[in-house]
């Protein structure tokens, strides 16, 4: 089975620091997308960052990086300079060219003020 | 603007009864879904419509039926309401031309079934 692993059901981190979290993924495909989404007690769905899995060349987007290792099916996520408002649930989430995405069970993220 | 939207936004139901939920995007998107958040707040898609056409039926109760009257919306008819469809219920479209398929998802429907 095709599946999105977060390791980390929860995660706590001091406000300023860093915190990474982790994300594995099983695909036989060569070409998909990884994404990882942030749901914050309002419930919507955000879209954080986005990773084409044919560029090696890790995303950015302001505070939030990823770190992606294509070989070991890696996808983790750091968030640098950690904010109050970025707490919230955190999901890994592959999607083939089939159009099917797969989502990981979730990080709850708090932020220690 | 609201890019995708879902209504209603709670909906308090008894076992038995028939319920839609509908959905609308204005993104000009040509897929959409619909996904169950269940109570331990796991994520998985139910169906993908594109250009009005079913394209992914995940193993889901024939009680729900999508209906897509076009590519800007997609609604969801469940019958039949049983304990187990409480849940959060999420929208989503993706344009299939786009370099990067991201999904936007509208606010959910919290569904609860009594």
């Known amino acids: 089975a095709q599946t999105v692993t977060q390791s980390q059901p929860e995660m706590s981190v001091q406000e300023a620091e860093t915190v990474t979290l982790s994300c594995t993924y099983d695909?036989?495909?060569?070409?998909?997308?990884l994404f990882w989404y942030k749901q914050p007690p309002s419930r919507q769905m955000i879209l954080v960052i986005r990773?084409?899995?044919?560029?090696?060349q890790n995303a950015t987007e302001n505070r939030f990086s990823v770190n992606f290792q294509k070989a070991a099916k890696s996808f983790s996520l750091k968030i640098s300079d950690s904010q109050l408002g970025d707490a919230a649930m955190y999901f890994c989430?592959?999607?083939?060219?089939?159009?099917?995405?797969?989502f990981g069970k979730g990080t709850r993220l708090h932020i220690l003020p | 603007d609201t890019a995708v939207s879902q209504t209603p936004k709670y909906l308090v139901t008894q076992m038995g009864n028939d319920k839609s939920i509908k959905c609308e995007q204005n993104?000009?998107?040509?897929?959409m879904y619909w996904y169950k958040q269940d109570s331990k707040k796991f994520l998985k898609i139910m169906f993908s419509?594109?250009?009005?056409?079913?394209?992914i039926n995940e193993t889901v109760p024939n009680r729900f039926s999508p209906k897509s009257p076009d590519k800007a919306h997609l609604n969801l008819h469940i019958n039949s309401l049983e304990l187990g469809d409480s849940a959060v219920y999420f929208c989503?479209?993706?344009?299939?031309?786009?370099?990067?398929?991201?999904?936007?998802f509208g606010p959910g429907t919290r569904l609860t079934v009594t």
């Open positions: 419509y594109n250009n009005k056409e079913l394209i």
């Open positions: 989430a592959r999607m083939n060219r089939d159009d099917k995405i797969i």
């Open positions: 993104l000009g998107h040509d897929t």
């Open positions: 989503a479209s993706s344009s299939t031309g786009a370099d990067s398929y991201e999904q936007y």
């Open positions: 990773q084409e899995a044919y560029k090696q």
């Open positions: 695909t036989s495909e060569s070409d998909y997308y």
